[in-house]
């Protein structure tokens, strides 16, 4: 096992734990589990406080990519926990409808994407237009740290 601060291991907890290099191009445990971070950093409240205020590219950001929500869905409670803790503010970016995402960010978290239609240009002044842009997801996220949306 490589040398790393965050030890990984395997979802279904039969595989020995692995360092960074071990499992980023593979991914997957060899008892079929998916390796993910033995442990998260905590943020205490006063330390969430603290972040209010700073410009956005000084916020440090957590992205999960869930490229299949049903095949998140149907792993076990511990997994959906380790990736998307409790407690910890969440923005869902999504080039389509918001409502789905709100069961993954809840009602405390923001969902940036588009939900109207109609529209016809490059998909680049489109996003502009509806707000689909880095600085609104900052803005979201700067909103959901601060408590509102």
Known sequence: MGETAVKYVSTRGKSPAAGFED???AGLAPDGGLYV??????????????????DYAALAAR???MPSS???DRQDASYRDAVLPRGVPRVAVE????????KYVGLDGAVVGIDRFGESAPAGELFKHFGFTAQHVAEAAKGVLQGKE
Do not use: C, H, Q
């Open 23 to 25: 499992v980023l191009l």
């Open 37 to 54: 971070p033995a442990a998260w950093p905590k943020l205490s409240a006063a330390e969430i406080r603290a972040l209010r205020g700073l």
């Open 63 to 65: 992205v999960v990519s």
């Open 70 to 72: 049903n095949v998140f």
């Open 95 to 102: 080039a389509g409808v918001t409502d789905f995402w709100r």
